[in-house]
């Protein structure tokens, strides 16, 4: 069974609809997936239309991907098996929200003094249903304004520390994994090698993360290299964390694709390993 716990759309910085997302998941072969946009649950109701109307199966996870602050570093903590209907939950990723935009703004003006106007307008755009993220800002500068490339644009304009760079409130990993268990899921560390920090803080990190009561951490994702891997699997079992795989979807590309070497350790116990929806299933390597 091909399993991928980690993917967006639209309604965050993805660049699929949900239904396109779900299409794209049958193409791939994927048999379940989580959508897990960044601070919102918005997409899953169309995620689960979408698939009422499909004859082939395909199980949907309910997921979101929050947003926290650990010293200096944007932490990211994916939700599982989320109540998308929690008033609770729902009220706080508003919150959430809210955050978000009065962020952009203020990216937005940083931008403006570096000569990019109308910037907020063009990202708003291409948005679209979704929230404003430094992904659409780069993607609005790499279309309309002449920068070379994402990568680009986060190293001179968007990135830590940068011209353009805006520090954002957010709530803490506790705090998160507060959120997540009140709504009835699964807190999941999100890709604990991409965070630009030594061996040693991803050891701080990972022990910090268990203690305020996470549940998992992704050990299975693109752009892991074998050292690193072998780091975070001994991590998850030091720790007794669950292992998650999950491919971090945005759009289709030779890099980063729904379903794509997400195989875990065996020495792991999967999150799902007591999912109802997966009894007697195996994930593919």
């Given at each position: 069974?091909?399993?991928?716990?980690?993917?967006?759309?639209?309604?965050?910085d993805g660049h699929l609809t949900p239904e396109e997302l779900i299409l794209r998941a049958h193409t791939m072969q994927v048999d379940a997936l989580a959508v897990t946009d960044h601070d919102t649950?918005?997409?899953?109701?169309?995620?689960?239309?979408?698939?009422?109307?499909?004859?082939?199966?395909?199980?949907?996870?309910?997921?979101?991907?929050?947003?926290?602050?650990?010293?200096?570093?944007?932490?990211?903590?994916?939700?599982?098996?989320?109540?998308?209907?929690?008033?609770?939950?729902?009220?706080?990723?508003?919150?959430?929200?809210?955050?978000?935009?009065?962020?952009?703004?203020?990216?937005?003006?940083?931008?403006?003094?570096?000569?990019?106007?109308?910037?907020?307008?063009?990202?708003?755009?291409?948005?679209?249903?979704?929230?404003?993220?430094?992904?659409?800002?780069?993607?609005?500068?790499?279309?309309?304004?002449?920068?070379?490339?994402?990568?680009?644009?986060?190293k001179k304009y968007l990135g830590k520390g940068k011209r353009a760079a805006v520090k954002a409130e957010w709530p803490s990993i506790e705090t998160a994994i507060e959120w997540i268990h009140d709504?009835?899921?699964?807190?999941?560390?999100?890709?604990?090698?991409?965070?630009?920090?030594?061996?040693?803080?991803?050891?701080?990190?990972?022990?910090?993360?268990?203690?305020?009561?996470?549940?998992?951490?992704?050990?299975?994702?693109?752009?892991?290299?074998?050292?690193?891997?072998?780091?975070?699997?001994?991590?998850?079992?030091?720790?007794?964390?669950?292992?998650?795989?999950?491919?971090?979807?945005?759009?289709?590309?030779?890099?980063?694709?729904?379903?794509?070497?997400?195989?875990?350790?065996?020495?792991?116990?999967?999150?799902?390993?007591?999912?109802?929806?997966?009894?007697?299933?195996?994930?593919?390597?």
């Amino acid at each position: 069974m091909k399993i991928d716990l980690h993917s967006h759309t639209k309604f965050s910085d993805g660049h699929l609809t949900p239904e396109e997302l779900i299409l794209r998941a049958h193409t791939m072969q994927v048999d379940a997936l989580a959508v897990t946009d960044h601070d919102t649950v918005a997409g899953l109701e169309e995620a689960h239309a979408t698939q009422s109307k499909q004859k082939r199966a395909l199980t949907i996870i309910d997921g979101v991907e929050i947003s926290t602050t650990w010293h200096s570093f944007d932490i990211h903590i994916v939700g599982l098996n989320v109540d998308r209907h929690c008033p609770t939950f729902l009220e706080r990723l508003q919150g959430q929200s809210q955050t978000r935009e009065a962020r952009a703004e203020k990216i937005a003006d940083k931008l403006e003094k570096c000569g990019f106007e109308g910037v907020l307008t063009r990202a708003k755009a291409l948005a679209g249903v979704g929230q404003v993220t430094r992904a659409h800002f780069a993607r609005v500068l790499v279309n309309n304004y002449g920068v070379p490339s994402m990568d680009a644009a986060f190293k001179k304009y968007l990135g830590k520390g940068k011209r353009a760079a805006v520090k954002a409130e957010w709530p803490s990993i506790e705090t998160a994994i507060e959120w997540i268990h009140d709504a009835g899921g699964q807190a999941v560390l999100a890709h604990p090698a991409h965070y630009d920090m030594t061996a040693k803080w991803l050891r701080r990190l990972v022990a910090l993360f268990e203690q305020a009561g996470g549940d998992a951490i992704e050990t299975a994702f693109p752009g892991i290299n074998k050292t690193k891997q072998e780091l975070i699997n001994e991590l998850a079992q030091t720790h007794q964390l669950l292992a998650s795989a999950g491919s971090d979807f945005h759009f289709p590309s030779r890099w980063t694709e729904l379903g794509k070497n997400l195989g875990i350790s065996s020495k792991l116990t999967p999150v799902w390993h007591n999912w109802k929806q997966f009894e007697g299933l195996t994930a593919e390597s």
